[in-house]
């Protein structure tokens, strides 16, 4: 502790001082070299060692008599320190338990899984969510407990996955979407051509957007000023810490190496963020009002649990980052870059036609996909009609599960001008018949009622597809077995057969094997093809 070594430091420094008495030395005994200087120390410092004792008596406020010994002053010096010391409040502080380093308390892995949620990674979250249900089972009641049946995927599930991709064709440039102002619908009359007052809102359009832009500009600018006066202080701090000198009131050592960041440190260097903007942005452009709604009810029915009750609460502040461990921030690191959060439990998965935006689906794993078809249609003048459909596709197999009805900017904009209609009420009714598909057929149900055999069966089928070291698989065992559907020996054997000796460790072996062993199947995931 700095206080035990400052005090090693005062005692070693009085009894070095000059000031203070010390032992007769060779030099100064008659007995001893033969050497003699022909004055005394008295004679040369004009004092004697009872006056400098004195002395410190009277600085120090002691009570001992003229000429005690040095032992007597150092006692008074160290009992004078500590009384600051403990006044000042820093032996308090050195001594709380808060000053302990954080420690991880709970399963490790679930406390990661939310972490890595928390930073945009949604995969790895997902597999480290699985592997906390196996490697941490006897902790794993409440998230095996969350389980739901998905009639459509034919599976358990804890949170179905989510994608969502578009395409545009046509020869205009600026999709002009439906904005929430109905003057911001295309800039349309009633006739369906632009007038005066289409001029007008173009304009307004244009000015609003331009304003839009600038304050995003503004908003990313000052985020980076504050995010670099963040890491200059860290730092600063750092550097205050490691280059100490030696002593109370030291000078400091401006060449001291820092020490290493803490894996907090090094996971909040990465820049990571739960939800891309870039995403936000890009679909907003093109989609405007009709992504704002779609977003918004995908986002309520997960929230609710429709799509599966795991981590419908996560939040950029989720999990507990001062306690992570360095071996979840290299697997971070390490692991395949994921698609983009567009929201929580979606993931953005590019601009393409729909048969290639599946393929990239599938390789990521997601269940479902959302893909939007928008043609842009140059009209009179600047104006461009917007018109896009949005189509549910089950992406295991490719297969269309339905469509919205045609959202048209300039149908819009005439309903607008001869119903009085908002932008809100018309998308809303134009993705109404898709939202009525996904409550019918995706939304989760309770688990039914199971018995060994049906489970076996089950089990059976997911070993035969193969698929190799897959923690999915595993974590259904381990649902099973929590159900009191499969027995030792079955559960022993079904994770031989996925994982071998390592998949048996994640049962038997130590904590930090188990643990490191989790993070290696979660970063070398298998192909989502041989996960079901």
């Not at 972490?115 to 009641?141: D, K, Q, R, T």
């Not at 709604?293 to 009750?309: I, K, M």
């Not at 929201?343 to 036609?353: S, T």
Request: charged share 20%.
């Amino acid at each position: 502790m700095i206080l035990t070594f400052s005090m090693v430091v005062l005692v070693a420094g009085l009894w070095s001082n000059p000031l203070v008495a010390q032992p007769p030395s060779p030099q100064s005994d008659p007995g001893g070299s033969g050497y003699d200087p022909g004055y005394s120390e008295e004679d040369m410092l004009g004092y004697s060692e009872e006056d400098m004792l004195g002395s410190y008596d009277s600085g120090y406020g002691g009570s001992r008599r003229r000429g005690g010994s040095t032992s007597d002053v150092v006692a008074n010096l160290l009992t004078s320190t500590l009384g600051s010391v403990s006044s000042s409040g820093e032996l308090s502080q050195m001594l709380s338990p808060d000053a302990a380093p954080p420690v991880q308390s709970g399963p490790v892995l679930s406390n990661e899984s939310l972490v890595a949620y928390s930073i945009g990674n949604y995969p790895l979250a997902m597999e480290l969510y699985f592997g906390h249900m196996v490697a941490e089972y006897e902790n794993a009641s409440n998230e095996l407990n969350l389980a739901k049946f998905s009639r459509l995927m034919k599976r358990p599930v804890w949170q179905l996955r989510w994608g969502i991709s578009y395409t545009v064709r046509g020869e205009a440039t600026d999709p002009q979407p439906i904005r929430e102002s109905a003057t911001r619908g295309g800039g349309f009359d009633s006739s369906g051509f632009a007038g005066e007052e289409g001029d007008m809102a173009m304009q307004e359009q244009m000015m609003q957007q331009q304003m839009m832009q600038e304050e995003q500009m503004m908003q990313q600018q000052m985020m980076q000023e504050e995010q670099m006066m963040q890491e200059q202080m860290m730092q600063e701090q750092m550097m205050m810490e490691n280059s100490f000198g030696s002593g109370m009131g030291g000078r400091r050592n401006n060449n001291a190496p820092l020490a290493p960041p803490t894996p907090a440190e090094r996971l909040a260097s990465g820049e990571r963020t739960m939800l891309s903007e870039a995403v936000e942005t890009e679909l907003d452009e093109t989609l405007g009002l009709v992504i704002a709604v779609l977003g918004e009810e995908l986002s309520s029915r997960y929230a609710q649990g429709d799509f599966g009750r795991a981590m419908t609460d996560i939040t950029a502040e989720s999990g507990v980052k001062e306690t992570i461990s360095a071996a979840f921030v290299d697997a971070v690191e390490s692991s395949p870059e994921p698609l983009p959060l567009w929201r929580p439990g979606i993931q953005f998965v590019g601009k393409d036609a729909s048969d290639q935006n599946t393929l990239v689906a599938r390789k990521a794993g997601i269940d479902l996909m959302l893909h939007f078809d928008v043609l842009l249609k140059p009209i009179r003048g600047d104006f461009v009609q917007n018109i896009c459909r949005c189509r549910l596709i089950h992406v295991p197999t490719g297969k269309s599960l339905g469509v919205s009805k045609s959202i048209d900017s300039l149908e819009f904009a005439q309903k607008t001008r001869l119903r009085g209609m908002s932008g809100r009420e018309y998308v809303s009714e134009q993705l109404s018949n898709l939202m009525g598909i996904i409550d019918r057929e995706v939304k989760t149900i309770d688990l039914p009622a199971l018995t060994p055999e049906v489970a076996k069966r089950r089990i059976g089928t997911l070993l035969a597809s193969g698929g190799g070291k897959n923690l999915r698989t595993l974590a259904e065992v381990r649902l099973y077995q929590s159900l009191n559907l499969l027995s030792e020996p079955d559960v022993l054997m079904a994770f031989d057969i996925v994982g071998g000796e390592e998949a048996l460790q994640m049962v038997y072996g130590p904590e930090e094997e188990r643990l490191a062993l989790v993070h290696q199947w979660a970063v070398k995931r298998p192909p989502a093809e041989a996960t079901e």
